[in-house]
């Protein structure tokens, strides 16, 4: 939430390698940890200026929440979208099979692998691994 956030929290060092982030993702998304706690703890423990880019990416999470909340046709397309890809899922059984692959950690492609079994065994996933633009 210091120092080492704020230096090494764009690399993705893999599985159990993740020295530089906070982890706290799922605990949070599933409101076991509150953004203000989180951001009060990294102050206690840094102070201000030693924990800022760790509030400043809190504050963008709360920031990017509240602006899909105020747009909610964004999320009746993502939700049709998936409604439509589903559909495709369900017709085509080779498709079923790639993905059943996908999500067991099956597919011959290394980082992909480590990534799927990474978050089906801890629930959490590197940022960078979430965006697709930065894996690509």
Same mark, same amino acid.
């Given at each position: 939430?210091?120092?080492?956030?704020?230096?090494?929290?764009?690399?993705?060092?893999?599985?159990?390698?993740?020295?530089?982030?906070?982890?706290?993702?799922?605990?949070?998304?599933?409101?076991?940890?509150?953004?203000?706690?989180?951001?009060?703890?990294?102050?206690?423990?840094?102070?201000?200026?030693?924990?800022?880019?760790?509030?400043?990416?809190?504050?963008?999470?709360?920031?990017?929440?509240?602006? !899909?909340? +105020?747009?909610?046709?964004?999320?009746?397309?993502?939700?049709? &979208? #998936? $409604?439509?890809?589903? *559909?495709?899922?369900?017709?085509?059984?080779? !498709?079923? +099979?790639?993905?059943?692959?996908?999500?067991?950690?099956?597919? &011959? #492609? $290394?980082?992909?692998? *480590?990534?799927?079994?990474?978050?089906?065994?801890?629930?959490?996933?590197?940022?960078?691994?979430?965006?697709?633009?930065?894996?690509?």
């Amino acid at each position: 939430m210091g120092r080492r956030y704020a230096g090494g929290r764009n690399t993705d060092h893999g599985p159990g390698a993740h020295k530089a982030v906070s982890v706290l993702s799922p605990y949070i998304r599933r409101r076991l940890v509150l953004e203000q706690d989180a951001v009060a703890a990294a102050i206690a423990a840094h102070g201000p200026k030693g924990a800022e880019k760790f509030v400043q990416e809190v504050i963008w999470r709360g920031y990017f929440k509240g602006w !899909l909340k +105020r747009r909610p046709q964004v999320w009746a397309s993502y939700m049709a &979208g #998936l $409604e439509t890809d589903l *559909a495709a899922l369900h017709r085509d059984r080779r !498709l079923r +099979r790639d993905v059943e692959r996908a999500m067991d950690g099956q597919t &011959g #492609l $290394e980082c992909f692998d *480590a990534w799927a079994t990474e978050l089906v065994d801890t629930g959490y996933l590197h940022n960078h691994a979430r965006i697709p633009s930065v894996t690509q």
